[in-house]
């Protein structure tokens, strides 16, 4: 008999001690950015760097990402989409899965880690914020695969308005050599563009770029140590090559967005979630408030 796993979705709060909720708003003032990082983030679309788990948080997950990867594993029916492969390329892998939050206590409570809360909250103006879905990404040593230059919200239009932010954190150090992540800064300023094949053609953005965005593409990379996290806007450029290198690079990606945000379409906004029609508010079981009200004043 085939066993299943518990759906964590059903759990808006902490269910482990991974991470401690400030008790105090003295607790709170530590995870705050400055007003010059809020201020960098929205002149170039992006802030890196930002300490986001420490040692033990890391190993935790990586833990757990080990034993979720396995397509066996009793909870694989609760994600949203699990391919353990998504390279076009066959000599290339990119294991790329979302719905982690659903399936593990580490991945379902980093969602309340409040240094990655306060930072979010800020940088989207203040607005009270909600879960939208998590991704992990991994590429193996030597032969990691691409994901293609692109913007986030090219594919959730089916959410509007667009009051989103993504925050991605390394799981393991990520350099130029293991296929970190790249930004176009400023390229949040150029509208919305349409959508290429996420893991196919590295530059298949730039069929869609006119002459003078061509100019300005000028991506820089993104070196973290693990534990670190990066933010950036829904429409910043970004991107990342392969991984030739004798390390693995693992990542989560969070993506939220603001309180009030609306369903803009009648089917399935993720895959196997009861429809949200169009014009209604994204809420309930699968999009929870990230900061009670305890942390909203902060």
Not at 187 to 211: R, T
Request: include cysteine; hydrophobic fraction near 35%; aromatic fraction near 12%.
């Amino acid at each position: 008999m085939k066993t299943t796993a518990k759906d964590l979705s059903h759990y808006h709060e902490q269910i482990t001690d991974l991470f401690q909720w400030p008790q105090s708003p003295k607790d709170w003032e530590q995870y705050r950015l400055t007003q010059e990082q809020v201020d960098f983030f929205h002149e170039y679309g992006y802030l890196s760097n930002i300490k986001l788990l420490n040692d033990q948080q890391v190993a935790a997950l990586n833990n757990e990402l080990a034993a979720i990867t396995d397509p066996s594993h009793p909870g694989n029916q609760l994600f949203y989409e699990f391919n353990s492969n998504e390279s076009t390329d066959p000599n290339a892998i990119l294991f790329h899965a979302l719905g982690a939050w659903r399936i593990s206590p580490g991945f379902h409570d980093v969602l309340w880690n409040p240094a990655f809360v306060v930072a979010a909250k800020q940088l989207l103006n203040g607005q009270r914020i909600r879960f939208w879905h998590d991704q992990l990404f991994c590429k193996p040593a030597q032969h990691g695969g691409v994901v293609a230059w692109h913007q986030d919200y090219s594919y959730w239009t089916r959410t509007v308005p667009m009051q989103h932010l993504t925050c991605w954190m390394g799981l393991d150090d990520a350099s130029t050599e293991n296929g970190c992540l790249y930004y176009v800064p400023g390229s949040h300023k150029w509208g919305l563009l349409d959508k290429p094949e996420l893991a196919g053609d590295m530059e298949g953005l730039f069929d869609y770029l006119d002459d003078q965005q061509k100019q300005a593409f000028q991506p820089i990379p993104i070196v973290m140590k693990q534990g670190y996290g990066t933010f950036h806007h829904p429409l910043l450029v970004h991107g990342s090559y392969a991984n030739t290198s004798d390390r693995s690079r693992r990542a989560l990606v969070l993506n939220v967005f603001a309180d009030g945000t609306l369903s803009n379409s009648n089917e399935e906004v993720l895959q196997g979630v009861p429809i949200i029609h169009k014009g209604e508010k994204m809420q309930g079981q699968f999009f929870p408030l990230l900061n009670p009200e305890s942390a909203l004043s902060q």
